[in-house]
């Protein structure tokens, strides 16, 4: 696992020429109700609305947060939307001066309404989709095809994200793999959700689902064998060079051309929160791995953990590499990806409030982790559903409490800290006392446990709305006590 991490540490930043449908999410976050119980309709009390890319725009947003660069290559409308969309992906570092803009045609626009269920967690309640899924214009399609011509001295990959919008069609795809096959370029494909994979052929390798593979190949997918039939007729039906099946919980299913049968390649158990945006996810790992030199065992290892860490949001919300680095610390036991400077950590605070989330914020010297600090811990993370632990720094502890503390360094102070499951983060604080950590993170609750009288940060935290609770300590436990008993022990005791 070690060796993933300095694989992805060394990728660098390849450029993905990505074809396919150019879409825009927009999400409308409200309060979900019911005017009376008879009422057979939920009410949704909007909020806020907000424009996030979609489809194909979604991998490019997702290969740019991996690292990596990207050519979007497509058509859009010359709509509101579509200029939406254009500017997102610009915001983002994409490159779209590749994408048509085509009058007369619009944008294809999902809008998602998502209810606050007990005012924190996101819960999609309805979609409505404004789309013209009509193929694109022959000579709309030969734009395309030259666009993708353009950049393929320069790419690493091509990747082809297709939603059956019209962008990849029966006669345009073929062209565009071969085009990019005989430039000595790699094609991976995200196929839409349908029956004919010849629209393939000439791929490098695929991406369907379980679902995708056994609708694609007639072949019903239940056990290992009924698995190698399907994958093995995806290779033909597309003559491609490989096909990744992904399989949910179970991982993902490689098989190589060739008779070698394919393996499964595990991953770890999540909580699924929502599936949106997980195959795009898997994609864009995929092309900025092999990009970057991956063996393709390799390359579908992180994507099952890009995936994976998809489906645990709400919502399309792109994967940093540095996500996927702190993942795979954490599958060998590593807990540094809890443990985060203050700056990233504001960004993961931001992004969580987005999905509705409540953030507990308390703080302490935590030198030699007794049941006291467990119980105090566990307490402040029912009153939310994300808990910020801020750790005094070696020095500053040494400031509090005299020579000799901490007893245990802060590094180790935090990974301790981060290896409990009622922790989400940690971070170390070099000041004596946390205000400037609140200051940046206002935090929705703070907690302070044990005997102190006066809890540092509450004037602030509640002139910005914030609630501030003080817990009890645990009679007979401090670190003061277990240490001095250390002290006064006699030999054998």
Same mark, same amino acid.
């Given at each position: ?114 209810? $606050? ?72 494909? &995200?196929?839409?959700?349908?029956? &004919? ?41 597309? &003559? ?33 929160? &929502? ?23 390799? !390359? ?48 993961? $605070? ?20 007794? $049941? ?41 102070? !935090?990974?301790? $800290? ?76």
């Amino acid at each position: 696992m070690n060796t993933l991490i300095e694989i992805v540490e060394r990728l660098g930043s390849p450029l993905v020429a990505l074809v396919g449908d150019f879409m825009l999410d927009r999400y409308v976050y409200g309060d979900a109700e019911r005017i009376s119980p008879e009422a057979p309709v939920p009410v949704l009390r909007a909020v806020r609305a907000e424009g996030r890319t979609g489809g194909a725009a979604n991998v490019a947003a997702a290969v740019l947060a991996l690292g990596g660069k990207v050519a979007c290559i497509g058509a859009v409308g010359q709509d509101e939307a579509g200029d939406q969309l254009v500017s997102l992906l610009s915001a983002q570092g994409a490159g779209t001066s590749t994408l048509a803009r085509l009058r007369g045609r619009a944008t294809t626009v999902k809008t998602r309404y998502v209810g $606050l269920a007990q005012h924190r967690h996101a819960q999609q309640m309805l979609r409505v989709d404004e789309e013209v899924s009509e193929p694109l214009s022959e000579s709309v399609q030969g734009t395309i095809r030259a666009a993708v011509r353009s950049q393929l001295s320069a790419c690493g990959v091509v990747a082809l994200e297709d939603y059956d919008k019209g962008t990849l069609t029966d006669l345009n795809t073929p062209q565009i793999i071969a085009d990019a096959r005989a430039a000595g370029k790699a094609v991976l494909v &995200d196929p839409a959700l349908t029956a &004919d994979y010849r629209r393939y052929r000439g791929a490098t390798l695929l991406t369907p689902n379980r679902y995708e593979a056994s609708r694609a190949t007639g072949v019903s997918i239940v056990d290992d064998e009924s698995l190698e039939r399907a994958a093995k007729q995806v290779l033909l039906i597309a &003559d491609a060079d490989a096909v990744v099946i992904t399989l949910d919980k179970q991982g993902a299913y490689l098989r190589m051309r060739g008779d070698k049968p394919g393996t499964i390649i595990p991953t770890r158990p999540r909580n699924v929160y &929502d599936v949106t945006g997980a195959g795009d996810e898997v994609l864009a790992m995929l092309a900025v791995a092999l990009a970057g030199g991956c063996e393709t065992p390799q !390359a579908v290892a992180l994507a099952n953990v890009a995936g994976g860490l998809e489906i645990e949001r709400f919502g399309v919300v792109p994967i940093r590499r540095q996500e996927i680095v702190d993942e795979l610390r954490r599958m060998v036991g590593l807990r540094g990806g809890k443990v985060l400077d203050r700056a990233p950590l504001a960004d993961e $605070l931001a992004r969580r409030r987005k999905q509705g989330e409540k953030v507990v914020f308390t703080n302490g010297c935590f030198d030699l982790l007794h $049941l006291g600090h467990i119980r105090c811990l566990q307490q402040a993370r029912e009153l939310g559903s994300c808990l910020v632990v801020a750790v005094n720094s070696d020095a500053s502890v040494k400031r509090l409490k005299g020579p000799g503390r901490p007893v245990i360094g802060e590094r180790e102070r !935090a990974e301790v $800290l981060a290896a409990l499951e009622c922790v989400d983060y940690v971070t170390i604080f070099e000041e004596d006392t946390p205000e400037p950590l609140l200051k940046l993170l206002k935090p929705d609750v703070l907690v302070k446990g044990g005997t102190t009288g006066e809890i540092v940060g509450r004037k602030l935290v509640e002139q910005y709305g914030g609630k501030v609770v003080s817990l009890g300590a645990v009679d007979g436990l401090s670190t003061t006590t277990i240490i001095n008993r250390i002290v006064g022990a006699e030999p054998g005791q």
